[in-house]
């Protein structure tokens, strides 16, 4: 059990540097479909990485982390997946 926990911690384990490339990448897909499609197509595309912000920032703070450190600790969750790209 003990071992399973750390291989997930790992994996989830990202630099802050990681997160800020996702949202500028988040960022840039928003506005080129929106300027593409329609600003709507830009509007959904951000508003569901804030919807996933919120839901992650609640979880976060319901299991116990407070202030900056859970803040910080949504903000790797929803941006980290830059790190596979």
């Known amino acids: 059990m003990q071992a399973?926990?750390?291989?997930v911690r790992n994996?989830?384990?990202?630099?802050l540097s990681v997160?800020?490339?996702?949202?500028a990448i988040t960022i840039t897909a928003s506005v080129l479909a929106g300027a593409a499609w329609s600003p709507r197509?830009?509007?959904?595309?951000?508003g569901g990485f804030a919807a996933l912000f919120v839901v992650a920032?609640?979880?976060?703070?319901?299991a116990g982390s407070r202030g900056r450190n859970a803040v910080r600790t949504?903000?790797?969750?929803t941006f980290?997946?830059?790190?596979?790209i």
């Not at 399973?4 to 291989?7: C, F, G, L, Q, T």
């Not at 197509?41 to 951000?46: D, H, L, N, Q, R």
């Open 4 to 7: 399973s926990r750390a291989a």
């Open 11 to 15: 994996l989830f384990r990202v630099e």
């Open 19 to 23: 997160a800020h490339t996702g949202l």
């Open 41 to 46: 197509t830009g509007v959904i595309i951000a």
């Open 57 to 62: 920032l609640a979880v976060v703070l319901l």
């Open 74 to 77: 949504t903000y790797k969750f």
């Open 80 to 84: 980290g997946w830059a790190e596979w």
